[in-house]
């Protein structure tokens, strides 16, 4: 608190100003006397980053608007200095050293001839990652929610009929974008969990001529899983195009966009393929091609009209936006890496994490949100806070003491769960282990009792088995 140095008094001035009620000329034993009482947080609180001697040079009595003023605008911003995380969350995951590098690249310009073959790399790879021929398949400059919007405004103008199967929120997202683009879009759901059944899709669109079904093949808020193959059948008996959004699943669980029919299928980087968030992959059928054609009317996005931004990215190298280089070049990084490995190991690898993980978990006595095991999605494991744990405690505790950041549930589901993220470079035994050993030790500290070593032990046993058989199939 402030002394009796008449320099400092206007430290507690701006503060008591803030609260409006005191004027600003009171005498400095006065001004203390009430912050004391008030124990209001001095001008380092409220302004962390200001610079001491704009504050020191401010005259006593200075109205608010003034003192925020020179603070905000002499602030001082230091070196970037972030803490290293383990991201155990649903998205953003820990990358590879290697794509740091990539990411760290000098740049080129995005119309620089040696940039074109960069990119068509880029997509060369994202066609080996989707298991896909098409022609339009290309990395958008946005997140994961781009390319929900590009997929969706293409394909739909005013009136057409669309249904969207909605297990959660990311699916849900889908469906509020499909309504903006027709007011003719059916929402068919399921509980928190589950999978939407295909039969409910059916059933919601006879008669009808649904132009589009909509489906998230992993649904991050919930930690489920959908098969794809029920609702192709569906999309075929209504001559509808299939959209999946597989931001969460790309490049860790199996994906085949040619052989399972896919329309429009996007993704995200930051998930499971392990670069830098910002970059939504999309690729489009022949047959998704065609409908654009067809359209009656423009899209109504600029940037998401996926034919013209296809003159950028396809043979013409027309430029359409600037792209972002860097996030590129982290991305072809993140999928060379993804192919090295081969996309059959990366599968297996998720699964294995996560049945690991699970038997862990089950071993400690917690529960999960997808009860039937073929709901599970391999890389976001939804964990039912038991009763007596303060949920977000516990992940403030794994964080501060663990370096360890899992994530909470959204809407009906907050405070509800935790959501383990077991994705790309962060889906390793390693992880697994460490992140068990410090949950039990957070559940202890909060009272809830778990056998002593309950959560490694069985994961290190369910590891041993995998490796075993393994061995035999070999
Ligand atoms: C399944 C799914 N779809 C869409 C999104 C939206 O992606 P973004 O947050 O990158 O916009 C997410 C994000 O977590 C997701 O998990």
């Not at 980053?49 to 003034?66: E, H, I, M, Q």
Request: glycine share 8%; net charge positive; with cysteine.
């Amino acid at each position: 608190m402030a002394g009796e140095d008449p320099s400092r008094c206007t430290e507690i001035r701006p503060c008591l100003a803030l609260v409006k009620q005191f004027p600003a000329n009171l005498s400095v034993a006065q001004a203390q006397a009430i912050a004391r009482k008030l124990d209001f947080p001095p001008w380092q609180e409220k302004f962390p980053r200001a610079n001491p001697r704009t504050v020191r040079s401010l005259p006593p009595g200075a109205d608010f608007k003034k003192i925020k003023k020179a603070m905000t605008m002499t602030q001082h911003v230091g070196e970037l200095n972030p803490p290293v995380r383990l991201m155990l969350t649903p998205g953003p995951s820990s990358v590879d050293p290697r794509v740091y590098r990539a990411l760290a690249t000098p740049l080129v310009g995005h119309m620089d001839p040696w940039f074109k073959g960069c990119m068509d790399e880029t997509q060369v790879l994202l066609r080996q990652i989707f298991q896909t021929e098409n022609r339009i398949t290309m990395p958008l400059s946005a997140s994961g929610s781009g390319g929900i919007e590009a997929s969706v405004v293409n394909v739909l103008e005013e009136g057409d009929e669309a249904i969207v199967a909605v297990n959660g929120v990311f699916s849900e997202r889908m469906y509020e974008i499909a309504t903006r683009a027709s007011s003719k879009v059916i929402k068919v759901e399921a509980p928190y969990g589950k999978p939407v059944a295909a039969e409910d899709v059916r059933r919601a669109g006879k008669g009808k001529k649904i132009k589009m079904i909509g489906l998230a093949q992993g649904e991050t808020s919930t930690g489920v899983l959908t098969r794809i193959d029920a609702f192709r059948k569906v999309a075929d008996e209504f001559g509808a195009l299939l959209v999946v959004d597989t931001v969460a699943s790309l490049a860790a669980v199996p994906l085949h966009v040619d052989r399972e029919r896919v329309d429009i299928c996007f993704s995200g980087s930051q998930k499971a393929i392990s670069a830098p968030p910002g970059m939504s992959p999309i690729t489009v059928s022949p047959a998704a091609e065609e409908v654009f054609r067809k359209r009656k009317t423009k899209v109504q996005s600029w940037y998401f009209d996926l034919t013209t931004a296809m003159n950028y990215w396809g043979k013409d190298r027309l430029y359409h936006h600037t792209p972002p280089i860097s996030l590129i070049f982290a991305l072809r990084e993140a999928m060379r890496l993804v192919i090295e490995e081969s996309l059959e190991a990366r599968w297996e690898r998720h699964r294995i994490n996560q049945l690991a993980l699970i038997a862990g978990l089950d071993a400690m006595g917690l529960k999960l949100l997808a009860e039937n095991p073929a709901d599970r999605l391999p890389t976001v494991t939804a964990v039912m806070v038991p009763a007596g744990v303060d949920e977000v405690k516990l992940r403030d505790q794994l964080l501060d003491e663990f370096n360890i950041e899992i994530a909470g549930g959204f809407g009906p589901l907050k405070g509800k769960i935790w959501r383990v993220g077991l994705m790309g470079y962060c889906s390793q035994k390693a992880n697994v282990l460490l992140f068990l050993a410090a949950l039990e030790k957070c559940l202890t500290d909060q009272g809830f009792r778990v056998g002593s070593g309950a959560g490694v032990g069985a994961a290190v046993k369910n590891y041993c088995h995998a490796e075993a058989a393994a061995v035999v199939s070999r």
